[in-house]
């Protein structure tokens, strides 16, 4: 059974900073991972989407890098503003012999603080 | 604007009472799944509709019943629910049941007095 961590559980930086959100997975067979965002009582905003064949995906201030074989996955935030205080969800799809289980595994989130 | 939307925003039902949730995706997508979100835990996935064919189900108590008349609209039926239900529940789309992105709505936040 796919279980996924998210470390920390809870961040809070002052604006500016560079900062690390880390994601790990207990099965490396994954067909893509996802990172989320969401804004409290809000729904979910994907940020970036990393296939399984890939390192790393940029968008913007958000860098994710993916190592399959370790299970691991971060998300970089460069640059922090208070716009960015939200919860990051991490979630992965486990890979079905070439294609993949419409299942999202999530993390529970790691909750961002940046305060001016 | 995400594509993906859902009513009501806000439920407070009785035990007893019965009341569905909507959700529409204005993406031309395939693939359309409710998930739950409670307080201190991972959003957990119930149901999956691919085709407007629903091809999971986990293990989700049966007083919630999904119905997807077609692609673009997706209701989960509430019938006598417990207080422990109480939660967001949250309506993705994607292109594809074997791939792509999911894309969510803003959830129901139902409460169940």
């Known amino acids: 059974k796919q279980e996924v961590t998210q470390i920390p559980a809870a961040l809070s930086v002052p604006e500016g900073e560079n900062l690390v959100l880390n994601c790990s997975f207990t099965d490396s067979a994954i067909y893509n991972l996802q990172w989320f965002r969401q804004d409290p009582g809000k729904g979910l905003t994907s940020l970036l989407l990393?296939?399984?064949?890939?390192r790393e995906q940029t968008s913007g201030r958000l860098n994710a890098s993916l190592d399959k074989s370790s299970g691991r996955s971060t998300l970089y935030i460069a640059a922090s503003q208070p716009g960015d205080s939200a919860t990051y969800l991490c979630?992965?799809?486990?890979?079905?012999?070439?294609?993949?289980?419409?299942?999202?595994?999530f993390g529970q989130g790691t909750i961002l603080t940046v305060h001016p | 604007e995400t594509g993906v939307t859902q009513t009501p925003r806000h439920l407070v039902m009785g035990m007893t009472n019965k009341k569905s949730l909507k959700c529409e995706q204005h993406l031309g997508h395939n693939a359309m799944y409710w998930y739950k979100q409670s307080a201190k835990k991972p959003l957990e996935l119930m149901f999956v509709y691919s085709l407007e064919e629903r091809v999971e189900n986990n293990s989700v108590p049966s007083r919630f019943s999904p119905e997807c008349p077609n692609s673009s609209h997706l209701f989960l039926h509430l019938h006598t629910l417990q207080p422990e239900d109480s939660a967001l529940y949250l309506c993705a789309s994607s292109q594809d049941y074997s791939r792509g992105e999911q894309f969510f709505g803003p959830g129901t936040r139902l409460t169940v007095l």
């Open positions: 979630a992965v799809r486990l890979n079905a012999g070439g294609t993949s289980y419409g299942k999202l595994t």
């Open positions: 990393i296939q399984s064949s890939q």
